[in-house]
């Protein structure tokens, strides 16, 4: 490392591996091709990533999402829910959101500019239920993202299913991805 940056760091070790991990973090690369693989486990740094990336209300990364939704099982309609949810708890406006972000989450979990507005009043008339936050949750935002038109020229991949995600399924669906599974 150049003597300039070792005294910009004050010839700390610590500060050097932040630095990498905040860098590879920002520039959302992937674990495997960054220098933060040294220092952090593969599942804890995806999840940072992720929580950087909601705290900054940016879009979901997903050019990392084969790794993320294996790792952290965060889906983008479960990390734009979760956005949501903080944005609420803060009581920040939604013109904070960036209009990509925006309507990657109008696209995703159905709520816009006046649908935030209106579940923001219900949210702070029911602060107190903050603590049961699976019920506010189940009233508030959708269970499932919205049904939206696959394109014909979009290319689909199989993601990551786990027997607990599969149960609550019906038989024939349970079958349908049983046999998607299988042809991969």
């Known amino acids: 490392v150049p003597e300039s940056i070792k005294d910009q760091l004050s010839n700390s070790f610590s500060a050097w591996k932040q630095r990498v991990v905040q860098h590879a973090v920002r520039n959302q690369l992937r674990w495997s091709r ?3 693989k040294k220092f952090l486990e ?3 740094y995806y999840s ?3 929580r950087a990336c909601r705290t900054a209300l940016g879009l979901y ?3 990392l999402q084969r790794y ?3 790792l952290c099982r965060v889906t983008p309609f479960a990390y734009y829910c979760e956005m ?3 944005m609420w708890r ?3 406006s939604y013109d904070v959101m960036p209009n990509f972000t925006a309507a990657d989450c109008l696209r995703l979990v159905g709520i816009g500019r006046n649908e935030y507005l209106t579940h923001a009043q219900t949210f702070k008339s029911k602060s107190w239920l903050w603590k049961k936050r699976k019920a506010l949750r189940k009233e508030i935002l959708p ?3 919205r049904d939206f038109l696959i394109e014909p020229w979009w290319t689909v991949h199989g993601g990551i299913m786990y027997a607990d995600d599969l149960r609550p399924l019906e038989g024939d669906v349970q079958a349908t991805v049983g046999q998607l599974a299988r042809a991969r």
């Open 90 to 92: 803060e009581e920040k």
């Open 48 to 50: 940072e990533l992720v």
């Open 42 to 44: 593969e599942p804890y």
């Open 34 to 36: 960054s220098q933060a």
């Open 61 to 63: 990364p997903y050019h």
């Open 84 to 86: 949501l949810e903080e």
């Open 68 to 70: 993320i939704t294996r």
């Open 143 to 145: 269970s499932e993202p």
